[in-house]
């Protein structure tokens, strides 16, 4: 669960049902948690200003290691010896609808992997027109609300490529936040994450859909993952800083396993940071320091939903 909304999660149905302890899912999960504590993987972002600060310390809350820049030679310079890679299109400057689309095709080019959060996607022009442009060159994982995943695949025609039935949103996000339920972008997260394996360096491509109980996918397997808080909705930078986190342990992991260790962490860190704060500044700190403190095996042991 991230920033991006929080409701009453839906009741299990006959089609879901929670893995197994010894399910190898959890085994890749744990090793990917441990791997970014033993190894400190570089992941860098373009990331929203407004929360640029809460995303490098989340990801060194995380274990791994942060570096920040503007300037697209910057970023893919840095892309050759950074483990992965992180783009946040929050809170847009007029120079990012060069930028943004420059750095996608190196990236591409390059073969590196790289974390997609499409913050606000279907509001305004240039906005839309940096999204549609990473349709040719898409992220490696996308992460964001339901509302976002919806728009990016409507924006990017995947229902119409695979002869589906279309996917027409008539909402959009109220700002950052999602008006649409998880429920409503199962569909659409698998479509994007099908496009994304088809282009993806590695071969494999993951969406996670935050929310009440968020949804991870590559577009086969399915997997919702129940807890975390509500306060999440209550700082400034959760759901982004979350993107960052994922970069991070794609640095070491395949892409499924990335966005659901990512979640998983968040999920139980945000557990443990209510527990202990007294309101939103001090979650924020707690959340942190929960960050650091949740263990490879608590966040692999987490309640896991697959469904079909």
Not at 90 to 108: N, S
């Amino acid at each position: 669960m991230s920033s991006d909304s929080f409701s009453d999660g839906a009741e299990r149905n006959d089609s879901e049902a929670a893995i197994s302890a010894t399910d190898p899912i959890r085994t890749k999960i744990k090793q990917a948690v441990t791997d970014v504590h033993e190894q400190t993987p570089l992941a860098q972002s373009f990331t929203n200003f407004v929360t640029i600060n809460l995303v490098a310390n989340a990801q060194l809350a995380a274990g791994g290691t942060a570096a920040m820049s503007y300037l697209p030679d910057d970023v893919i310079a840095t892309a050759e010896i950074a483990g992965s890679n992180y783009i946040n299109v929050g809170t847009l400057l007029p120079f990012f609808k060069d930028a943004l689309p420059e750095i996608a095709y190196k990236l591409h080019k390059n073969g590196k992997t790289w974390v997609l959060d499409p913050v606000a996607a279907g509001i305004g022009e240039t906005r839309t027109a940096i999204l549609e442009s990473f349709r040719m060159y898409p992220p490696t994982v996308v992460r964001g609300n339901a509302s976002e995943i919806i728009a990016l695949d409507a924006m990017w025609r995947l229902a119409d490529a695979e002869r589906t039935a279309p996917t027409t949103p008539t909402t959009r996000p109220a700002g950052v936040e999602a008006v649409d339920e998880v429920d409503a972008a199962v569909n659409a997260a698998k479509r994007v994450a099908r496009h994304l394996a088809k282009h993806s360096p590695v071969g494999k491509g993951a969406v996670a859909v935050s929310g009440a109980v968020d949804l991870v996918t590559d577009g086969e397997r399915t997997f919702r993952l129940p807890g975390g808080s509500a306060m999440m909705t209550k700082i400034t930078g959760a759901g982004c800083s979350l993107g960052g986190v994922t970069a991070t342990y794609l640095a070491v992991a395949e892409p499924l396993v990335a966005a659901l260790a990512a979640s998983l962490l968040y999920d139980r860190a945000s557990e443990i940071a209510e527990a202990k704060s007294d309101g939103p500044g001090s979650f924020q700190v707690a959340l942190l320091d929960a960050l650091w403190n949740v263990t490879a095996d608590q966040v692999a042991a987490s309640e896991i939903i697959e469904t079909n």
